[in-house]
């Protein structure tokens, strides 16, 4: 991201300004010392931990099911849990976890991801993040970037409903939408302006100490007395991040655009993207929905979240869909007569392109519409 500078700190990084009231410095980096990072003033130590303890975490078990395209109401489960507890993977691989969220309850725990990056898309609902880069508002149709590493607060609305990735590898612009200089560039989807970052204000104390650390089959459960929302200054690259979808500007053509023109987000193992409102392909006879295609070296996700999704029939809102490597796939039968003179599309749908094959859970076989693959039978 971008430089952001909050609060107050000496003049120079790894000096002291006042001997008297010492800030403490804490370097938030990935990729070791050699990728994004910034620097924390706390007005404490951020190391001083009284106890860990170990806590068990509802295992995944791999479905046993045959994999072929998927499409799940994936939200037809009831409300449970909270963001520490409640989420629910779908589908998984070395590199990813995809699922939803509903919490029933509220966190009474901070949390930290020790292993995955997280990206969520607000379904329904807003709230705010805080972490000691302090606060940080959402609300519907925005991303929301949580670093690894991460200790963080969210506090949520009852109808707070979100779609999730986790990557184990860093999640991040795309590079081709960045200059030589660092700076997004023109022509890109969206400008350094739409997204927000957290300001250093308005945390209420909640008293709440813990931090539940998610190792991904478990939690360390650090025990603390003092708050480690402590910080009066950061400056850097590295920190959470909103945006909203609607000051995106989706990329439209004379004919069909190919999904990567709707990528937003990208790392080692998958991009995201999201399909948004926009004009279609302006040729006099072009056929504006997808042709038949096969992903050789990739399976495709789509969670949709608002509109009217004329490609794929039985799809509501709610829905997710995946369409896996190794079997063809495209518009059902009537889909291309019936799209041929539409101008525009209302839908908002996230896409992810997972490059390493996915594996879905016994959660995603109790959610699942087992009629889909014969969803492209003529009748
Ligand atoms: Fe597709």
Request: net charge negative; no cysteine; glycine share 8%.
């Amino acid at each position: 991201m971008f430089y952001v500078k909050q609060g107050n700190m000496p003049q120079s990084r790894h000096t002291y300004g006042d001997i008297n009231g010492m800030l403490r410095e804490e370097l938030f980096g990935e990729e070791s010392f050699d990728g994004p990072y910034s620097l924390l003033y706390h007005s404490g130590e951020p190391t001083e931990v009284m106890a860990v303890e170990k806590k068990e975490k509802d295992g995944m078990k791999e479905s046993m099911k045959v994999v072929a395209h998927k499409h799940y109401n994936a939200l037809s489960y009831p409300r449970q849990g909270s963001f520490v507890t409640g989420r629910k993977v779908i589908m998984y691989n070395d590199r990813l976890r995809i699922g939803t969220l509903q919490p029933s309850d509220r966190m009474d725990v901070l949390m930290r991801n020790a292993l995955f990056e997280t990206i969520f898309f607000v379904h329904h609902g807003s709230g705010e993040l805080f972490s000691p880069f302090g606060r940080l508002k959402f609300g519907k149709g925005d991303y929301v970037y949580v670093p690894k590493g991460l200790t963080f607060l969210l506090d949520y609305t009852q109808d707070f409903t979100a779609f999730i990735l986790e990557s184990r590898d860093r999640i991040s612009i795309p590079a081709r939408y960045l200059n030589m200089y660092g700076q997004i560039k023109e022509g890109s989807p969206y400008y350094t302006r739409d997204f927000r970052h957290p300001v250093l204000e308005g945390f209420r104390e909640t008293g709440i100490r813990d931090v539940w650390v998610d190792f991904d089959d478990h939690f360390i459960v650090e025990k603390r007395d003092k708050t480690m929302f402590d910080v009066v200054g950061w400056d850097g690259y590295l920190y959470p991040f909103s945006v909203n979808v609607e000051s995106f500007s989706p990329i439209v053509g004379k004919l069909h655009m190919p999904p990567p023109v709707h990528e937003h987000f990208s790392g080692k193992s998958f991009m995201l993207g999201t399909f948004l409102p926009r004009l279609f392909d302006f040729h006099p006879n072009a056929i504006p929905i997808s042709y038949y295609h096969n992903n050789i070296d990739t399976d495709e996700v789509l969670f949709y979240s608002t509109g009217n999704f004329m490609s794929r029939r039985g799809i509501s809102v709610g829905s997710i869909t995946v369409h896996v490597r190794g079997i063809i796939h495209g518009p059902q039968p009537g889909a291309v007569e019936g799209a041929i003179g539409k101008k525009s599309t209302d839908e908002t749908a996230v896409m992810i392109e997972a490059y390493d094959p996915l594996k879905f859970t016994e959660f995603a076989d109790t959610i699942e519409d087992d009629s889909y693959m014969k969803s492209w039978i003529r009748k």
